[in-house]
């Protein structure tokens, strides 16, 4: 995908680091990828099992289907702007993620939060495979040879069915990026679509069993309360106006590694106007529509089933076709490898890279990523992901302040892009650190990560689902702070612009707009 559409026509400048350059990392020359790519980044990220079990989830906490989709829809919209401010970054400028991080944290400071978003892709590697074996796995043990096994045999603390099909799917997804990326963008774009034509039968074909379209889960209060938080980890009276804000701050912390990198895909996009475009149909319109036919699916299989059901795959398993049920498996196990080959390949592949571009490629970098999921898989540690969404959240947030503020607020979207391939230039800093970054970025995390555990009494957990808030607030604030309006680490916009457009291999950037 990104490899292959910034092919190098001719050798670097000569002042560049090869500690800092290669030709992955480099800014983008072709761009190519209109308001559908972009739209179908958004639709292979969101529909997938984790994408859904989530949006399920909230569903509960909602309470009915009105306050839910008012808590989704606060949630998308923020998503849409926040996602759209990054972007920008990277149509203007034509890097990815960790390359743009070394504007903020140093020409190799860049590399603690390159490293980060790689380690959160990871485990989302890890945890979408497996969501996919799973699927595999609900319609092998229909067959009495299959539940057999599943049942007798033990392997990493895991059924050996389910490893079998672990490794199936991980194989799976190493033989399509071997293919090439151009591969991948074909497997992107019939992925999404897929997993919303499944979803819509899983949704008319249940409402038509229960003989009613409903919008509500029949559970008493209590009962419902105590679902929603064993599902989402939220301590939040269902329906209540906490519970309507917990879900969209939920719901955005959900996109938290996202909103680091998606200037990895952005920056292939010819104008911000069509980055708009691409996004505000693939987020704000995708994202609700997709929640609700996931609030609809799961209120009508309580009704069919007498019992909630949060996962697709498990509902799905439920049916009397055999060949039905072997249609989900597919397409659940497609979308998820969709997902992994977006959001969980193309970021680390760029991060790692990053660390050692003379070694590191685009490839090896994804490839590192898929091996260390399958090292992670004995441990198994996505079983608890809404937690893990939550405490992302004290990681990324900070990293998400300083880096925007630094673009925007600090720099006014005005960077010296060739300065950001050179080991002595404009952003070494303290030896290739920015220590005020680090500094607001390790403060940030402390508030967001003590604030929900240790804050004022009966206020704490409430608290939860606002971490990453909490980083992006504090952190940026500090960072603002610590460089001041004419800190000496960052030049006037005209002076940074005028010395990018002497360097060749500038990336040309428009005006700053009003963010």
């Known amino acids: 995908m990104a490899a292959t559409e910034n092919t190098a026509s001719a050798p670097p400048p000569t002042d560049y680091s090869p500690r800092l350059y290669n030709d992955d990392l480099a800014p983008a020359t072709e761009r190519k990828w209109g308001a559908f790519s972009i739209f179908n980044v958004w639709t292979s990220d969101v529909h997938s099992l984790y994408g859904y079990f989530l949006a399920a989830s909230l569903f509960l906490v909602a309470g009915n289907t009105v306050k839910f989709l008012i808590g989704i829809g606060i949630g998308s919209l923020v998503i849409y702007w926040l996602m759209t ?18 504007a903020s944290f140093g020409t190799f400071g860049a590399n603690v939060p ?8 990871t485990f989302w590697y890890g945890a979408q495979t497996s969501a996919a074996a799973g699927a595999i796995v609900a319609f092998l043990i229909r067959y009495d040879g299959p539940k057999h096994f599943h049942e007798t045999t033990r392997l990493f603390d895991h059924s050996g069915l389910e490893v079998v099909c672990y490794l199936g799917v991980w194989a799976a997804q190493l033989l399509i990026i071997s293919k090439g990326m ?95 475009k691409g996004n505000i149909w693939g987020l704000p319109v995708n994202l609700i529509l997709f929640s609700f036919v996931a609030a609809l699916t799961t209120a009508a299989a309580s009704k069919v089933y007498g019992e909630v059901i949060l996962e697709p795959a498990k509902i799905s398993a439920k049916f009397d076709s055999a060949f039905l049920v072997l249609l989900a498996a597919l397409t659940f196990a497609v979308a998820t490898l969709g997902i992994n080959v977006v959001a969980n390949f193309v970021s680390p592949a760029f991060d790692f890279a990053n660390v050692a571009p003379r070694y590191v490629d685009f490839r090896r970098g994804g490839l590192i990523a898929a091996v260390i999921a399958l090292l992670l898989y004995p441990l198994h540690p996505w079983d608890n992901a809404p937690s893990f969404v939550n405490a992302i959240g004290s990681t990324m947030g900070p990293l998400f302040g300083v880096i925007v503020v630094d673009y925007y607020l600090v720099r006014r979207a005005q960077l010296n892009v060739p300065a950001l391939y050179q080991e002595h230039g404009e952003f070494r800093f303290q030896g290739g650190w920015n220590i005020r970054a680090f500094a607001a970025a390790a403060v940030g995390a402390v508030f967001a990560s003590i604030l929900p555990v240790y804050g004022p009494s009966g206020y704490a957990d409430a608290l939860g689902p606002y971490s990453w808030f909490i980083g992006v607030i504090v952190s940026g604030l500090l960072y603002f702070a610590l460089c001041g309006a004419k800190s000496r680490i960052v030049g006037t916009g005209s002076e940074a612009a005028a010395k990018a457009e002497e360097e060749p291999g500038a990336a040309p950037e428009p005006e700053p707009e009003t963010a």
């Open 182 to 276: 151009e591969t991948v963008r074909r497997f992107q774009d019939f992925a999404g679509p897929a997993v919303w034509l499944m979803m819509l039968i899983l949704a008319v074909g249940l409402s038509v069993q229960a003989g009613v379209l409903s919008f509500s889960v029949d559970m008493p209060a209590g009962d419902l309360a105590a679902l929603a938080k064993s599902a989402t980890g939220l301590s939040v009276t269902p329906g209540s106006v906490a519970a309507i804000a917990a879900i969209a701050a939920t719901w955005i912390t959900y996109f938290a590694a996202l909103f680091l990198n998606f200037g990895d895909f952005a920056r292939f996009t010819p104008s911000e106007k069509v980055l708009r």
């Open 85 to 102: 401010l990054i972007g920008k970054a990277g149509v203007r400028t034509g890097v990815p993620y960790p390359v743009l991080a070394r």
């Open 114 to 121: 390159a490293l980060v978003r790689a380690v959160v892709a």
